[in-house]
């Protein structure tokens, strides 16, 4: 046989496992080990894309849907489509706060903060969250806890909702009939959380797999939505929070997740800060005046669409040249300036504007990537704080408020001290009116009829064009879902016109 032939043949049957042992069947062992691995995280990649491309097109044809059926419909049913885009774009931003998670475990960048928090109050929460989603598959959830719990205990409030929440959805999504139970055991500081489920259980070797990323465990019906992230997300923190986690399973007999976590008790009750009455409305004193920087038109008009009826005089620049214009024509006390603009750097749009305005504008940057990884400028950033993109309104309203030193006024709040320009006057005759139906809304609200409340706040805008804004700061309130602010707006309405 010839040499090559020979060699080419010894190499197969080292591939295949066959022929004789040594040193280089060892490194072939090693080889073909390397390259099972690879085509198995490869498998796994593309399993996980195809379930990611499917998470995000969900959630991405309502909301791309209900924009089309409000055009379409002038506006009809409103809330009702308002409602779905937020919460598919909540999942939106979930999915991604995920894959930012594994990717900062990954890195060892994630980290913990340390803070009380009311035990028994934080349990019966996150169960008064996910009893609608249990309620909807017609099983039972669950808390059971003894009377005996701390009432406070440090943890990372946010990564211990993130185990939980994990935990009981994944429980509730392999549930079909029974009951889904969180049990919360506290001694000597060390807290037990179990959560147990009737639902399809888990086969001895899945067990340890479904901790890994991006793998999912097909049951007797086939796989359940999801991208496999949840558990190993939890695994990670679990093990972070220096606790640890385990599963009881069988075939049919439901499960058992069992985490552990050493969840202090504090030497004294902290105190509560007041909480803060009513939706904000406006503010208190002067005009401020406001730049907004970005290349994304539906991003300026969604924050200019928060900011005008507030008070606030908007001006807005698609590129940094253009912003750079404005604020030199209009001397702005806040500017919020995207970091990618294009191919133009806000971070170099900020340094111009500093330069320029000095220390008393205050510049806020907005961004969806982290404020490290968006390439701030060596020699420091000219900003005074940074925002990361998708955000909620009250923390931009928080930023806002930070920065320039102001005071809100909220729907429903104290008005002793309230100046004209916070309470919208209307004359004698049309307040008269507008009492009939701010009455008729404060009893709406308690029924929490929104769809009668939004009829009555149409004929409060109909009156007369003074009662307007009126009407749609209680459009404002309703679309927040602050029915107690949306009451008391309507009763110190009322009592104005008597």
Known sequence: MPRDDMMAGRLTNWLKGDGAT??????????????????????????????????????????????????????????????????????LSHLVEGLLDIAQVEGGALKLSREAIRFPEFLAQLIAMLDLQAQAKGIALVLDHPPG???????????????????????????????VTLKVEYRNQLATFTVIDTGIGIAPEDAERIFAPFERVAGPAGERPGVGLGLAITQALV??????????????????????????????????????????????????????????????????????????????????????????????????????????????????????????????????????????????????????????????????????????????????DVPEAAVTHLSPAIASRAAAHCAEIERLVRIGHVRAIEAEIDAIAALAPEAAPLAERMRRVLDSFDLKALADLAKAVAADAR
Request: glycine share 8%; charged share 25%; hydrophobic share 45%.
């Open 239 to 416: 093990h972070i929070m220096g606790g640890e986690i385990r599963v009881e399973s069988a075939p049919g007999e439901g499960s058992r997740f069992i985490v552990r976590l050493m969840l202090s008790q504090p030497l004294s009750p902290p105190t509560d800060p007041a909480p803060e009455p009513g939706v904000v409305t406006g503010y208190l004193g002067r005009e401020r005046w406001v730049v907004l920087i970005d290349d994304d038109t539906a991003h300026l008009a969604m924050v200019r669409g928060l900011l005008e009826p507030l008070g606030f005089q908007v001006h807005t620049a698609s590129d940094g040249e253009t912003g750079l214009a404005l604020a030199a024509q209009v001397q702005p006390d806040l500017v919020l300036c995207d970091v990618m603009l294009g191919r133009e750097s806000g971070w170099d749009i900020a340094a111009k504007l500093r330069r320029r305005h000095g220390a008393a504008l205050r510049i806020v940057m907005l961004s969806g990537e982290g404020p490290h990884s968006a390439m701030s400028p060596a020699d420091g950033p000219a900003n005074d704080t940074f925002l990361m993109k998708p955000f909620e309104f009250t923390v931009l309203l928080d930023v806002i408020a930070a920065q320039l030193g102001l005071e809100w006024l909220r729907a429903g709040g104290p008005t002793r």
């Open 149 to 179: 719990l701390p009432e406070f205990v440090h943890a990372d409030p946010k990564r211990l909702r993130q185990v939980l929440i994990n935990l009981l959805t994944n429980a509730i999504k392999f549930t079909d009939h029974g009951s």
């Open 22 to 91: 040594g040193p280089a069947d060892d490194a072939f062992a090693q080889l073909r080990a390397a390259k099972e691995a690879a085509e198995a995280a490869n498998e796994a990649k593309t399993r996980f894309l195809a379930s990611v491309s499917h998470e995000i097109r969900s959630p991405l044809n309502a909301i791309y849907g209900y924009a089309q059926l409000l055009e379409r419909n002038d506006g009809k049913d409103a809330l009702n489509a308002a409602r779905v885009i937020r919460r598919s774009a909540e999942h």
